[in-house]
């Protein structure tokens, strides 16, 4: 009763691609599928509200329920659909029923060829341009990976949680082929713009798909200016600021 289907346009593809991910550690999930549909030419075509928050909103003595929405695009001339959203589920159950929900409107699309999603991969001590990590739901796919020299989780992860690698597991069960794409990141509380960008570049030469990334580069400029402005400003708070402890 909590989740809601809003179809705005009855679509059919087949053999297409699916790019399913949102908002984790560092953003990345969502950075990337927010810069696919800002990057292609996209129609919205439905939309998933879930009702789960424990809180409601209050305007002037009216109250309306917070919903979180989860929204889907197609892409024609790549034939793609890329789904995304602004937070994760926090209730597992919610979680998998976005997942189901999501899946039965691609199946009433047609067939996909490969789901993808991405998300962050946290390396604390990262020294140079972030790495991709990537998994897949069957050997051959692994193989072909490992083929054009992308790195594949072996012993370092054991476990992908939350949406970005549940939504694997119900495409498996679903008998869909699919691949995570994890990108490094060194914080796990800000937005990894390079992050974002390494697991696009990985995703177009899987998919033969150009993608103009430059927006990632200027994102995370901007983010190193903002950050030494920050310092700059504490760096002047503390020189004023007498003795003191703590």
């Not at 024609?76 to 409107?105: H, R």
């Not at 790495?131 to 739901?137: E, G, I, L, P, Q």
């Not at 503390?238 to 703590?246: D, L």
């Given at each position: 009763?909590?989740?809601?289907?809003?179809?705005?346009?009855?679509?059919?593809?087949?053999?297409?691609?699916?790019?399913?991910?949102?908002?984790?550690?560092?953003?990345?999930?969502?950075?990337?599928?927010?810069?696919?549909?800002?990057?292609?030419?996209?129609?919205?075509?439905?939309?998933?509200?879930?009702?789960?928050?424990?809180?409601?909103?209050?305007?002037?003595?009216?109250?309306?329920?917070?919903?979180?929405?989860?929204?889907?695009?197609?892409?024609?001339?790549?034939?793609?659909?890329?789904?995304?959203?602004?937070?994760?589920?926090?209730?597992?159950?919610?979680?998998?029923?976005?997942?189901?929900?999501?899946?039965?409107?691609?199946?009433?699309?047609?067939?996909?060829?490969?789901?993808?999603?991405?998300?962050?991969?946290?390396?604390?001590?990262?020294?140079?341009?972030?790495?991709?990590?990537?998994?897949?739901?069957?050997?051959?796919?692994?193989?072909?990976?490992?083929?054009?020299?992308i790195n594949v989780f072996d012993k370092e992860i054991e476990v992908i949680t939350w949406f970005n690698g549940v939504v694997l597991g119900v495409a498996s069960e679903m008998k869909f082929k699919a691949i995570g794409?994890?990108?490094?990141?060194?914080?796990?509380?800000?937005?990894?713009?390079?992050?974002?960008?390494?697991?696009?570049?990985?995703?177009?030469?899987?998919e033969d798909i150009a993608i103009n990334t430059d927006g990632f580069d200027l994102e995370y400029e901007n983010q190193m200016l903002e950050k030494n402005k920050r310092n700059d400003n504490y760096g002047e708070t503390?020189?004023?600021?007498?003795?003191?402890?703590?």
């Open positions: 009763m909590n989740i809601s289907i809003k179809m705005l346009k009855e679509i059919k593809l087949d053999n297409f691609i699916v790019f399913a991910s949102l908002p984790d550690m560092g953003k990345v999930g969502g950075l990337v599928s927010e810069h696919l549909i800002r990057e292609l030419q996209v129609e919205k075509f439905a939309e998933i509200g879930i009702f789960e928050k424990p809180w409601v909103k209050n305007e002037k003595g009216l109250v309306k329920p917070v919903i979180d929405t989860y929204d889907l695009f197609v892409n024609y001339e790549n034939k793609i659909i890329v789904m995304t959203g602004k937070e994760q589920p926090q209730d597992p159950s919610n979680l998998f029923n976005l997942c189901l929900t999501a899946f039965n409107i691609i199946k009433n699309i047609g067939v996909p060829k490969i789901v993808y999603t991405a998300g962050g991969y946290h390396q604390p001590q990262l020294a140079q341009s972030p790495k991709v990590y990537a998994v897949s739901t069957d050997n051959e796919t692994v193989l072909k990976l490992k083929t054009l020299g794409l994890f990108g490094e990141i060194v914080e796990t509380n800000e937005k990894q713009p390079l992050a974002a960008k390494s697991v696009l570049k990985v995703f177009s030469i899987l503390s020189k004023k600021s007498g003795p003191g402890i703590g």
